[in-house]
């Protein structure tokens, strides 16, 4: 992959412009916020609300409402376990990962001034896959139902330190070689992931085969509060970085003239993006494209600007994995469609039609 000048930022996208009349008028990037969350709510009420077992849209709020003290009416006690001990959990999850993953993108795209990268580009998701695999092929159990959790999400991150300790020389990191570092840490992990399951009988072939699918089946509470201060201390710190970027994209020279400090910059985003994505990954497995697929679409409807780009990235990562979600436990009904298998069904073909765009744009890679 070749690192390309990525357009340029405009001046300030989510500016309020004003009319030749003198009044003030809304920026797309207000209008694209109100509509993500608009449509982020109507899927996570569909979503909680069809299934093997259907709960109207009014009964499920009626329930939400009185759950907390604002009237409404509870459900029958079969109802109020679905939608309290199934659906809602399984929707809070995909609001999280897909958040996550859909922000982590937009760094990654912005820090490797890309468009075609993503948080697998570094090796995050592989490395997470060889500690989910290794404590199913070994057949470790310190923690409990955590271990594959805590495993994935520790391989994850020690990964992409690895990495980045690679990557470094001279106390600078290039953005070439750390791409081609994370190519070949990716493939040595795809061949302990290959020997893990070599030695693995047929139950944790099986096992590991589902993880790899990416699910969120096994949502509940206890994994929604695993993943979320990941999720929530990443999300929050990820917005404050977007002037910085902005810079960046004008050039690293450009962005240390302008006080821009690109190596720490790096350093700290890089590390952001392993703990959305480990955190994600280690919860639902490995689900692709939401990181790429999500920051393109949205700079394509309202720029490059990091300003809208990272929260509207998050916004459209957890609509997409909640809308994927659905489809992917309603389409077969009564069999469930792995999520991961999914977003690649459809990732694919757009990714191929991007590789086209751009180098079209460009004139060609070499």
């Known amino acids: 992959m070749t690192t390309s000048s990525p357009e340029r930022p405009r001046a300030d996208t989510t500016a309020t412009a004003t009319t030749a009349t003198g009044k003030p008028r809304r920026s797309p990037s207000f209008a694209l916020t109100a509509g993500l969350l608009t449509a982020l709510l109507l ?54 990962v897909g958040a996550s993953l859909g922000c982590a993108g937009a760094l990654m795209q912005g820090v490797f001034g890309n468009p075609l990268a993503e948080p697998g580009v570094i090796g995050i998701s592989s490395g997470a896959a060889v500690g989910a695999v290794a404590s199913i092929a070994l057949g470790l159990n310190f923690f409990g139902n955590w271990t594959v959790t805590v495993c994935a999400f520790a391989a994850g991150l020690a990964t992409v330190l690895l ?53 969120l089946a096994q949502a509940t509470w206890p994994k929604v509060l695993a993943v979320l201060p990941c999720a929530v201390l990443g999300l929050l710190v ?68 990091h300003r809208f780009l990272i929260p509207g990235s998050a916004l459209g990562g957890a609509l997409v994995l909640v809308m994927g979600d659905l489809a992917a436990r309603t389409v077969a009904d009564p069999a469930e469609l792995p999520l991961g298998v999914l977003t690649a069904l459809f990732g694919s073909p757009f990714f191929f039609w991007l590789l086209r765009r751009t180098r079209r744009k460009q004139g060609g890679w070499a």
Not at 51 to 71: C, E, F, K, M, T
Not at 186 to 209: E, K, P, R, Y
Not at 258 to 287: F, K, N, Y
């Open 43 to 96: 899927c996570c009420l569909l979503s909680a609300g069809l299934g093997a077992y259907s709960i109207p849209l009014g009964d499920v709020l009626g329930s939400v409402q009185h759950r907390l003290g604002l009237g409404g009416a509870a459900l029958d006690r079969v109802g109020e376990s679905v939608l309290w001990n199934v659906r809602l959990p399984r929707v809070v999850l995909a609001l999280l």
């Open 238 to 305: 990820a917005p404050f970085h977007a002037r910085k970027l902005d810079l960046l994209a004008l050039g690293e020279r450009p962005a240390r003239h302008l006080g821009v400090d690109v190596e720490r910059l790096r350093i700290v985003l890089v590390l952001v993006v392993a703990l959305l994505t480990a955190a994600a990954v280690a919860v639902a497995g490995i689900i692709s494209f939401v990181g790429l697929l999500v920051p393109h679409l949205l700079r394509m409807a309202n720029g490059p600007g």
């Open 163 to 215: 990495v980045y300790a690679l990557s470094r020389s001279g106390g600078r990191t290039e953005v070439v070689t750390l791409i081609l570092t994370g190519i070949a840490v990716n493939a040595f992990a795809g061949a302990l992931i290959g020997l893990f399951i070599f030695f693995a009988d047929n139950a944790q072939v099986s096992q590991i085969t589902f993880w790899q699918l990416g699910s």
